[in-house]
C-alpha cells in the first residue's frame, strides 16, 4: 500500500579525508525544505539536512522511524488542520513516519546532504496539503521541525 523510497546525496568532500577544512554543525541535526516532485501516483518530498556529529540514520537491524511527516490541509474555513489519520479514535494526525537508514560518515563525522522520501498518493485523502517534518539522530536529538509550503496534488 505504501512504498518509500531513498534518495541520499552526500557531498563528495565531506566523504574525503583531506581538502578544504569542513563546516562545524551542532550535534542537533537541521533540515530544511528543498522540493516537491510528483512522479506518476507518487509524492517526493525532499529536505536538505546537516548533521555535526554524524550520527544519522538508522542501523538495518533497528526498524524504528527517525523521520516523521505530519500532514494538514485545508478546512472549509481556509485553515490549515491537522488531517486525520486511518482510524480517527486511535490517532488524530495524519503522521507518515519513515525510516532513514544509517548513513556513511567521514573521520570528521560532519554530515550534509538531501534525503528524498516517496510516498503513494493514493493515501492522501485531500488534494492540497502541507507538512510539518521532523528528523531524529540516533541520540535522540530531534532536527528543528519545518513546514513545506503548500501543494496541490495532481
Not at 523510497?5 to 578544504?20: E, N, Y
Not at 516523521?68 to 488542520?81: D, E, K, L, T
Not at 532513514?100 to 546532504?113: H, I, R
Request: glycine content about 8%; aromatic content about 10%; hydrophobic content about 35%.
Amino acid at each position: 500500500m505504501m512504498r518509500s523510497v531513498l534518495f541520499i546525496t552526500l557531498l563528495g568532500g565531506l566523504l574525503s579525508a583531506c581538502g578544504p577544512e569542513l563546516p562545524e554543525y551542532p550535534p542537533e541535526p537541521a533540515i530544511t525544505f528543498v522540493r516537491f516532485a510528483q512522479p506518476g501516483d507518487s509524492l517526493q518530498v525532499t529536505v536538505h539536512f546537516t548533521d555535526g556529529d554524524g550520527d544519522l540514520g538508522v542501523p538495518e537491524e533497528n526498524p524504528t522511524p527517525n523521520m516523521y511527516f505530519y500532514f494538514y490541509h485545508r478546512n472549509p474555513a481556509g485553515q490549515w488542520v491537522p488531517t486525520e489519520g486511518p482510524d480517527p479514535l486511535a490517532v488524530d494526525t495524519f503522521i507518515y513516519p519513515y525510516r532513514v537508514p544509517e548513513l556513511p560518515t567521514s573521520q570528521k563525522k560532519v554530515m550534509e546532504g538531501e534525503i528524498t522520501v516517496t510516498m503513494e498518493k493514493m493515501f492522501l485523502p485531500h488534494d492540497t496539503l502541507r507538512m510539518d517534518i521532523r528528523l531524529y539522530d540516533r541520540a535522540g536529538h530531534p532536527s528543528n521541525k519545518i513546514t513545506t509550503p503548500e501543494l496541490i496534488l495532481h
